[in-house]
């Protein structure tokens, strides 16, 4: 058994590794990963949206792939694929509008402070998988970490065609101008 597993120093993969051991996966995917048709890779899942005071859903039922705005589409894993959730990062930018071209051409970094003083929780398939926290914890300036990053403590595995929903909550009172977020879900994808 690899030490590191359950701990900061262990990886996605290793994880991901430790789930298809244990049983987790399902038979077929295990037995695809040992013969070596599947493979498992990093990956990171992403959507931008332009925000206002209240609450925004990040990822939309009706998206659809856009280079630059989101490379998933309805906010779901495409079927077969396997995602283990590793960590999430926040970043904001300030857009002109909200079309695809206006958040595609955007130059995203560390979160406006309307955006460190929001909230955001995640579900998966109707479940809690990040419950409602303040978005300072992706206030990582004064850190050797990646801007905006954090890791998860507790990995969460998505499995096929699961809805993924963040939805970020600004307070209503909050003056909001012209700002866009993007979050990016970070970890390992099993594909062929």
Do not use: W
Not at 4 to 18: A, D, H, P, R
Not at 81 to 103: E, H, M, N, P, W
């Amino acid at each position: 058994m690899n030490p590191f597993v359950g701990t900061k120093n262990s990886t996605s993969l290793i994880e991901m590794e430790k789930l298809a051991e244990q049983g987790v996966l399902p038979v077929e995917i295990v037995e695809r990963l040992a013969n070596h048709t599947l493979k498992i890779v990093d990956a990171s899942f992403y959507a931008t949206r332009k925000v206002s005071a209240g609450t925004t859903e990040l990822m939309q039922a009706s998206d659809n792939k856009v280079e630059g705005v989101t490379n998933l589409n309805n906010r779901k894993m495409e079927a077969a694929q396997y995602f283990l959730l590793k960590g999430i990062r926040v970043l904001s930018a300030t857009v002109s509008g909200d079309s695809a071209a206006d958040l595609a051409g955007a130059s995203f970094g560390v979160a406006a402070d309307v955006i460190k003083n929001a909230e955001l929780d995640i579900t998966v398939a109707g479940g809690t998988a990040f419950p409602r926290n303040s978005c300072q914890l992706f206030n990582t300036t004064d850190s050797n970490r990646s801007i905006g990053y954090y890791e998860l403590d507790c990995p969460r595995l998505i499995t096929p065609q699961s809805e993924i929903v963040p939805t970020l909550r600004i307070n209503s009172g909050a003056t909001v101008t012209n700002t866009a977020v993007r979050i990016e879900l970070i970890g390992s994808l099993i594909i062929s």
